[in-house]
């Protein structure tokens, strides 16, 4: 059984930072693309970055390319998001996922495993 577990988030002032990471047990998260998504009260889900499984690619919303970074470490079976520059738009919970597609593929329908989710609140 997979088990994705975030951490890391938190409250922060507007222009701050956190880093949230992501635990992948019961499977190798090798060959799967890791991603990030959040949403809010109210909001649909929505991608914010994912990498591929070797680290050689990685994508980003336009809302937060050049502020987030995303990274893996396979060997650890973990993956992270370092928010700098954090806005009060970026409050919402925090998603990791899996998916067996590429970085091109952006659709929370094909994630093949979720995380319950981390809380980031960025205050003004």
């Known amino acids: 059984q997979v088990q994705v577990v975030e951490s890391g988030g938190g409250l922060v002032q507007a222009g701050g930072s956190l880093r949230l990471s992501c635990a992948v047990s019961g499977r190798t998260i090798q060959g799967y693309t890791m991603g990030w998504f959040r949403q809010g009260s109210g909001k649909e889900r929505e991608f914010v970055a994912n990498?591929?499984?070797?680290?050689?690619?990685?994508a980003y919303a336009d809302a937060v390319k050049g502020r987030f970074t995303i990274s893996r470490d396979n060997a650890k079976n973990m993956a992270y998001l370092q928010m700098n520059s954090l806005k009060p738009e970026d409050t919402d919970v925090y998603y990791c996922?899996?998916?067996?597609?590429?970085?091109?593929?952006?659709?929370?329908?094909?994630?093949?495993?979720w995380g319950q989710g981390t809380q980031v609140t960025v205050s003004s």
């Open positions: 990498i591929a499984w070797n680290g050689a690619s990685s």
């Open positions: 996922a899996l998916s067996a597609y590429g970085t091109a593929e952006r659709r929370q329908g094909l994630v093949a495993h």
